[in-house]
């Protein structure tokens, strides 16, 4: 171990593994696997501190497990490396039985001396929740996916209860605890790689330097560059076809699509809707739309003196012309938003009163609330496109030809990496032009991460917005029985959404993949990536 760490470089909080500028040799990789490309270099390489991108998106699902998985079909959860669990009647203890014989990857920094077991998920589960973990503030102490969902106060505990089986203890029932445990933020570490570091004080590389029980294994990263996964031949599972897989994260040269037409990319994650007629036309290429569970959005800082009023909110969300966006971003792949919840999820509820266009009634809006001389506000805009948002500039560009029509001058401030829980008050924007991908079927996860009192106490509710009738909406549906009651909750609270505008809903996009002819095997899910085990070549 000491010997391999002295070779390593640090570079934006991950170890480096491999030299700096080297090019992926494509004719190699195709030979044994793939070139996945279409998203940006990661942060990190532990899912557990993100709550967006590509380590949660893409990476995850390769490098590790979680105790459950989410049906692609049903969205109900299923067992993954915890073979079944019960509860109890009140609702606050899960009992897990774990899967045996689970090895951990072998890796050039680690090599495990056993399988995987309760102690591993104990571990993994208390770093996040408990502020006394020897790990907790490794890689900063924050956990947004875990603070979003109100985790810390939920469990309070989780506790070994023999090799194989793992007690959690719920401070209160929680319906969707078992979907949020099958996220991929929820993976499993190892214990005894955490261990070993603590002991030669370098605790640091448990999220740069990963190990996990996936297919792949991490092998080699350039920062800016490239990502490679090595199959894990002590997958728990049917062995990986593919031997291993690259993620081109490189922003420099040619773009995606030219990777892909250029045989540079054998799969290109998103393409840009303008971008679709040209891959269709391609009788080489594979288009797959997936299902999404997604919603792009304009948060409005609530701090701001004059977004604190609704009424001027209101005046900004009828402002917005959605079917415009629509057909200059989206191209026939998306949808108008109608609530924050999108119209696959069972508590959806289509409210065409309050989300509109109408222009005379928003200027009358803002003349009510003081405002008929106009206000100039900012607005941050991310440059990487994402599902719920195929052209962040475009579409912030007709938001701000649509605020010029009712007085309003909006200036746009480019976020090259807009991350929620990195906004601290300082850029100086009014507005947000952001999205959210779920990462469960259940309505808790898009509302309570976006527009909790715990999520803007965390930071990650970028709204600045608290509202306890909410708050106690949310709480309420996590607790009864009955679907139906949780479905009448889930409308109350976007009732209260549709009154308050904390934030603005715009549209739903569809998740589309484009990939050459010779791969097969692709999953599709409306939450993230699959795993690539099953992925292979015909030759």
Partial sequence: MKAFIQFVVSSIGIGLLSGCGQEIDHDSVRQKGFVYCGQNAPTTFNPQLVDSGITSEALSPQIYNTLLTLNNDSYEPEPSLATDWSVNKAGTEYTFTLKRN?????TPWFTPTRTMNADDVVFSFLRAIDISHPYHFVGGGLYPWFSGIDIESLVFDVKAAGPDKVKFFLSRPDNSFLSNIATSHAVILSKEYADQLQLEDEKHLIDSHPVGTGPFYLAEYNPNDFIRLKRNNQYWKKLPKMEQVVFDVSQRGTGTLAKLLRKQCDVLNLPLSSQLAVLRNNPDITLMPKPAMNISFVAVN???PALNLPDVRKALNYAINRQNILDS???????????????????YQKDTVQIRYDRKYASALLREAGYSQGLELTMAVPSQPRAYNPSPRKTAELIQSNFADIGIKLNLINEDRFLRGDQDGESGADLYLTGWIASTGDPDNFLRPLLSCDSERAGLNVSSWCNQDFDFLLDLALEVDKTRYRKNLYK????????????????????????RNSLKGFKVSPFNAQPFDTVERER
């Fill in 102 to 106: 689970v090895h951990f990857q072998t």
């Fill in 302 to 304: 609530t701090a701001h």
């Fill in 329 to 347: 971003v989206y191209y026939g792949t998306g949808s108008q938003a109608y609530s924050v919840l999108p119209p696959s999820s069972w508590a």
């Fill in 492 to 515: 109350q609270a976007q009732n209260i959404l549709n009154e308050e505008f904390p934030v603005i809903p715009l549209n739903h996009g569809m998740q589309t993949q484009a990939q």
